[in-house]
């Protein structure tokens, strides 16, 4: 690893330079062309959102739950919000950088004997600028909810608070990822990120006093110091940044930048889950049980087995577990959030402890040779893959319905209801997992965010469709404020029929 240019040859900033002419010189695309683009991008959703705005207006959304439970202030769901920010911030820096390099960059550059901090120094530009922005806006959300009556001064502060604090925070992280402590940052991350519905829980069961926050102008004076001695560390750390670490954090940056453009949410959650792992000496589990259950129930009951042992090894997942159960049990605890709002939570908090459970299934798909060792047909591969996933949901569900139950008074109803719809949240991931592949081989459909195949957003939807229609049921339920005989057989139908499609196997198309 080079730190210094050696005698006639370029510095790091000649090579980007010299990279950037290259580029200008063989673009296709003037800049007249790519600033239509961005007006094109920035009106589509300005019309969205208001599109949204007028439809929750016109339909009057702002029906309230059961007035049962305290409600929180504001300023404390805003500070909820932005500990999911700052969590999902720092796990996703310490996977794709701060400092990274493409492919290409990493190829072309490193191996020359040029001066290495120059050449980086312009790679810290676009993450400390996003954190910078996102720091600006969460501490000015921030302020306005804890007081709306603020002076503009003060809302100025506390933005400038934040956005000095988010590119401290980002060239922070610089000098961890020269000592190799990537994955300690992303762990920190995911654990914030995973405290964000844990302690909404807490402060909705216990709750605090009025939001206490500090105002004036230093906290912007402390996050300038900061931001001035984590920029002074961060030039000092740049030259001892090893070439792995920028080759890995590119191409974790590059495979996020690909899965999100192509929609594929099960590369996406493969493009995060790449940091590595320490390797831990564990003894070898002791199946006892699993060789009669594979004589009792057929060899499909190894993929069971295998997908509990799964679970069971990875804590990240019992962790996801645990958050979505208790997102799930907020929701009904606030009376200041819409029925239509409890609803929304509790299905996403079913969709994320049910993504944990599916881990089986997914790796099962990126690599078939997986289900393909075993003489069972695809129908029945996804019917085992399927065993987990329900017991775990029917778990999940005792404590979210008996608390809809408790609050509803009726128990009994609201349990039953909850049993019946766990196969529908397992089905939903079984079906989402093995989902067939966007394929980019055929006709494109050119938009203002790129190309995108035909059938793009079925593809998307697959898994998520059979949720939406299996809540259809829970969200009448919750409108209404009861569950009837109906409710709980149209639920059953629901549920037989997210069951069937999650087997369903999809044929491949014919080659013309």
Not at 195 to 207: E, I
Not at 247 to 275: K, N
Not at 486 to 491: A, D, F, R, S
Request: glycine share 12%; hydrophobic share 55%.
């Amino acid at each position: 690893m080079t730190t210094s240019g050696a005698a006639g040859y370029p510095s790091g900033g000649a090579m980007r330079r010299w990279t950037r002419l290259v580029v200008r010189t063989r673009a296709e695309k003037s800049v007249g062309e790519l600033l239509g683009d961005v007006y094109t991008i920035v009106l589509t959703v300005a019309v969205t959102v208001a599109m949204v705005g007028a439809l929750a207006r016109n339909h009057g959304l702002t029906r309230t739950g059961p007035q049962t439970g305290t409600d929180l202030d504001t300023g404390w769901l805003t500070l909820l919000a932005a500990l999911a920010v700052l969590g999902f911030g720092i796990g996703l820096l310490g996977r794709t950088g701060p400092v990274s390099l493409g492919a290409a960059q990493a190829g072309w550059w490193l191996p020359l004997p040029g001066e290495r901090g120059s050449l980086l120094r312009p790679s810290l530009v676009g993450p400390t600028t996003a954190a910078a922005a996102v720091g600006a806006i969460t501490g000015l959300l921030l302020a306005l909810a804890i007081d709306p009556a603020l002076t503009l001064v003060t809302a100025l502060a506390a933005a400038l608070a934040g956005l000095l604090l988010g590119a401290a925070l980002a060239l922070g992280l610089v000098p961890v990822e020269a000592a190799g402590r990537q994955r300690a940052v992303s762990v920190a991350g995911d654990g914030l990120l995973a405290l964000t519905p844990v302690a909404a829980l807490a402060l909705v069961l216990a709750p605090p006093g009025q939001l206490l926050v500090p105002t004036g102008w230093w906290p912007a004076g402390v996050g300038a110091v900061l931001l001035v001695l984590a920029w002074w560390r961060a030039l000092r750390s740049l030259p001892h940044l090893h070439d792995t670490e920028l080759r890995e954090r590119g191409a974790a940056a590059v495979e996020l930048r690909g899965a999100t453009l192509a929609t594929d949410t099960r590369d996406i959650g493969r493009a995060l889950d790449i940091a590595p792992r320490r390797a831990r000496r564990r003894r070898s589990a002791r199946l006892r049980l699993a060789p009669r259950l594979v004589r009792l129930a057929g060899p499909g009951a190894a993929l069971a087995t295998a997908d509990a042992l799964l679970l069971l090894r990875s804590p990240r997942r019992l962790v996801q577990l645990v958050c979505g159960a208790a997102l799930a049990l907020v929701a009904p605890l606030l009376p200041q959030l819409p029925a239509v709002g409890i609803v929304l939570v509790v299905v996403s908090g079913a969709w994320i402890s049910a993504l944990a459970t599916g881990l089986g299934a997914r790796d099962a798909q990126a690599v078939p040779a997986i289900d393909a060792l075993l003489p069972v047909g695809q129908r029945a591969v996804r019917g085992w893959r399927l065993v987990v996933p329900v017991l775990v949901m029917l778990l999940w569900s005792l404590p979210v319905f008996a608390v809809l139950g408790r609050l509803y008074d009726d128990v009994g109803g609201w349990l039953a209801l909850g049993l019946l719809a766990a196969p529908v949240w397992a089905g939903g991931i079984v079906r989402s997992a093995y989902r067939p592949p966007p394929d980019f081989s055929g006709p494109l459909i050119v938009t203002p965010m790129g190309a995108y195949p035909k059938g793009l957003a079925t593809l998307a939807s697959t898994g998520p469709d059979v949720i939406l229609v299996g809540a259809v049921p829970l969200a009448v339920a919750v409108l209404t404020g009861s569950v009837t005989s109906v409710l709980l057989g149209l639920q059953l139908a629901l549920t037989a029929l997210a069951v069937a499609l999650a087997v369903r196997a999809v044929r491949p198309k014919a080659e013309s």
